[in-house]
């Protein structure tokens, strides 16, 4: 809010400042005490200054026992003067002018930091702030969204708050900053579920399997982040097809998959699945972007042609018009020279009739013109038309990508995978699966309706996101 202080005084905090707020704001005992002529600013442990017009932070020293600050809605551009109080558990500089997170190195029992609506591009220097629990930096200028994994060193944070930065447009964010950060519970406001990021962040961290490795999109997708929101691929419409992103997304919800992994055979199924799918998607990507080149090329070319046209017509006009300025120039003289009678009125009449074609002249020109641009236009309708159509039946699956698709890939996976279980699952009731396997296997595979359920649901969600991949592609080559 600090745009609202534009035409108010700046302020800096003193004494007379602090001493009015408490009176006014604090206990009525505190509020005594300070009226008093012993004041000790010792027991004062909240203070808020909001709404001051406050410019520069100064003059807390004193407040040393201060657990509670406030200086939200001021215009504060710099955080300086709080090194003494070490107390604090609680600092809200909302809605201010801060460019640099700095200043709070001292601050080592701050559990609660707010820093929402300032002009902050970049989270640092605040290693100190270990019991950091609570922390809002939404509506800044936070653009590179991998600098969120700088949060990993606050083993306390349990509540985030990024809403409104930049970055928060990214299709990937809240995977993101739920993967890298598996210990927040709330974030944007929002309950984090205990989704696949967070269990199979346990599960790798105590098993170090390869397999479950192979399943957590932060280990695949953590070097296809950056490609995948380049400007060119989405002009391509093959964002997230360049490496393992849309794979990763298909078991965000699907925690069976990694449940299931200790069952004989499934390690196996679940290593090779990922390949294919990913050669699948990298087929579609190479194609995407040759059909962009192409489309790029043909309106390269439109534009190219375009400029050819309206140059010559432009050169054409211009010598036109410059030989009637010539003619009229010599007939204006003449005119003069002749002063009055029929020569003059001779020459007057040729001037009219030099006028009137110089009109049918530059009328022909614009008819040419719009000829050749209206022929320029359809060809390039035509040739648009049957590169879309193409690039859209090939999309729905005429391109042939070694006769599998992403769909087709999923089905059969799928059915593989449910033979396996179902296998498993009569062992299980035989007392034939091993018996290191028992423990593992028994919680998920509690009958075969639960387990077929569970598989066909997290199989239609996997499903589902493969299609509207699809259908985003086919919907953003139409729009273009």
């Known amino acids: 809010m600090s745009q609202f202080f534009n035409n108010v005084e700046p302020n800096i905090i003193d004494d007379e400042m602090v001493q009015k707020t408490i009176e006014e704001k604090c206990p009525e005992d505190l509020g005594d005490l300070v009226k008093g002529e012993n004041i000790n600013l010792k027991d004062v442990t909240e203070l808020q200054l909001s709404f001051k017009s406050i410019l520069q932070i100064d003059n807390l020293w004193p407040l040393e026992n201060l657990t509670k600050l406030q200086l939200d809605n001021n215009i504060i551009e710099k955080i300086e003067g709080l090194e003494s109080l070490v107390q604090l558990v609680w600092l809200d500089l ?90 927040l519970v709330y974030l944007d406001f929002k309950l984090v579920r205990d989704s696949t990021v967070r269990f199979l962040h346990s599960l790798i961290g105590k098993s170090g399997n390869s397999i479950l490795q192979s399943l957590c999109f932060v280990a695949l997708g953590a070097g296809s982040l950056q490609k995948s929101g380049s400007q060119k691929h989405t002009a391509a419409f093959v964002e997230h097809l360049n490496g393992s992103f849309l794979f990763d997304s298909l078991y965000e919800e699907d925690t069976e998959a990694a449940k299931l992994a200790s069952l004989p055979g499934v390690g196996d199924l679940l290593q090779a699945y990922p390949s294919w799918f990913l050669l699948v998607c990298g087929n579609l990507y190479k194609y995407g972007l040759e059909e962009y080149e192409k489309r790029e090329a043909e309106v390269s070319k439109f534009y190219k042609r ?151 649901m997290s199989h239609s969600i996997r499903l589902r996101k493969i299609d509207k991949r699809e259908s985003d592609i086919l919907c953003n080559i139409h729009q273009w």
């Not at 309206?310 to 003069?336: C, G, P, V, W």
Request: net charge negative.
């Open 94 to 183: 909302s809605f201010n002018n801060i460019e640099v997170i700095e200043g709070l190195d001292t601050l080592v029992k701050l559990q609660d930091l707010s820093l929402y609506s300032n002009r902050i591009s970049k989270i640092e220097n605040m290693d100190t702030l270990q019991e950091l629990q609570i922390f809002s930096i939404g509506k800044n200028n936070l653009t590179i969204l991998e600098d969120v994994v700088y949060l990993r060193r606050f083993k306390n944070l349990r509540a985030l708050n990024l809403s409104g930065n930049p970055f928060c447009s990214k299709e990937h964010y809240t995977l993101f900053v739920t993967a890298h950060l598996p210990s």
């Open 306 to 456: 375009l400029n050819e046209i309206l140059t010559a017509n432009q050169k054409e006009s211009k010598r036109i018009i410059s030989d009637f300025e010539n003619r009229n120039q010599r007939r204006l003289h003449e005119i003069y020279q002749a002063g009055s009678g029929d020569i003059a009125e001779s020459k007057r009449a040729q001037g009219k009739e030099d006028i009137l074609q110089l009109w049918d002249a530059l009328m022909t020109l614009e008819a040419l013109v719009s000829n050749d641009l209206e022929e320029l236009l359809q060809d390039f309708k035509r040739n648009i038309d049957v590169m879309a159509s193409t690039f859209t039946e090939n999309i729905k699956g005429i391109y042939p990508f070694h006769s599998i698709q992403c769909r087709d890939l999923e089905n059969q996976h799928h059915e593989k995978l449910m033979e396996i279980v179902i296998a498993a699952l009569e062992k299980l009731h035989k007392d034939e699966l091993e018996e290191d396997l028992l423990d593992d296997v028994q919680r998920p595979l509690l009958d075969k309706t639960t387990i077929v359920n569970a598989m066909d």
